[in-house]
């Protein structure tokens, strides 16, 4: 069965301070996909980004960067010189090939402090 | 930008009460998933539609929850009757997933339901 672990709860840095929130999965399959959302107060979930299993090459989007290693199950998300609005709740997901529904994990709370 | 609609965006209700929520998907996307999040927690898969056919809803407790998609385009989902534990956020999402490939679920606003 599959499975997403954020072991932190919750993390708060200063403004313009870099932060990596890690994403540890389980999933017996060898083809799967995993993504970054975005839950800011507004509740909306915004997808950031997709990976699969065959491509860890890692990517950077502006101040977002992600990495990728199924050598250690993991896909962390490191945001660098965070900003005020990067304060959210931010989920990791895994989707299994043929299920495609996203199975979540619980989620990090990123607070940004001016 | 073509967005997913959900209406209500919040709904308070007394138990035993029905409830509907409604999900207008983005033009194109066949698949269509319904979400549960309870606070403090990560969404939970309730319900998934590929076109107007149910693909998964093995997490979906059918005695009180129903869902359907007639024509392949918008989804209701009903709750008859609510209970105090129903309350939680419900998001709808889409996606263009065809097949065993996953693309990314966009998301909608979501329906907060409060209970009372």
């Known amino acids: 069965a599959q499975k997403v672990t954020q072991a932190q709860t919750e993390i708060s840095v200063v403004e313009k301070e870099d932060v990596t929130l890690d994403c540890v999965y389980e999933?017996?399959?060898?083809?799967?996909?995993l993504f970054w959302y975005k839950q800011p107060p507004s509740g909306e979930l915004v997808f950031l980004i997709r990976?699969?299993?065959?491509?860890?090459q890692n990517e950077i989007s502006g101040r977002y960067s992600w990495n990728f290693q199924k050598s250690t199950s993991s896909f962390n998300f490191t945001i660098t010189a965070s900003q005020v609005v990067d304060s959210a709740v931010y989920f990791c997901?895994?989707?299994?090939?043929?299920?495609?529904?996203?199975?979540f994990g619980t989620g990090t709370r990123l607070t940004v402090i001016p | 930008e073509a967005e997913v609609a959900q209406s209500p965006r919040y709904k308070i209700t007394e138990k035993s009460q029905a409830v509907a929520f409604w999900c207008d998907p983005i033009?194109?996307?066949?698949?269509l998933y319904w979400y549960r999040q309870i606070l403090g927690q990560g969404p939970e898969l309730l319900v998934q539609?590929?076109?107007?056919?149910?693909?998964?809803d093995s997490q979906l407790p059918k005695d009180r929850f129903s869902a359907e998609r007639l024509k392949g385009v918008d989804s209701t989902l009903k709750i008859q009757p609510a209970e105090l534990g129903d309350s939680a956020m419900y998001l709808c999402?889409?996606?263009?997933?065809?097949?065993?490939?996953?693309?990314?679920?966009?998301f909608g606003p979501g329906t907060r339901l409060t209970v009372t």
């Open positions: 999402a889409s996606s263009f997933d065809r097949g065993t490939t996953s693309y990314e679920q966009y």
């Open positions: 999933t017996r399959d060898t083809t799967y996909y």
């Open positions: 990976r699969n299993s065959f491509d860890e």
């Open positions: 997901a895994l989707s299994e090939a043929g299920a495609n529904n996203l199975f």
């Open positions: 033009s194109g996307h066949a698949t």
């Open positions: 539609f590929q076109d107007e056919s149910v693909v998964d």
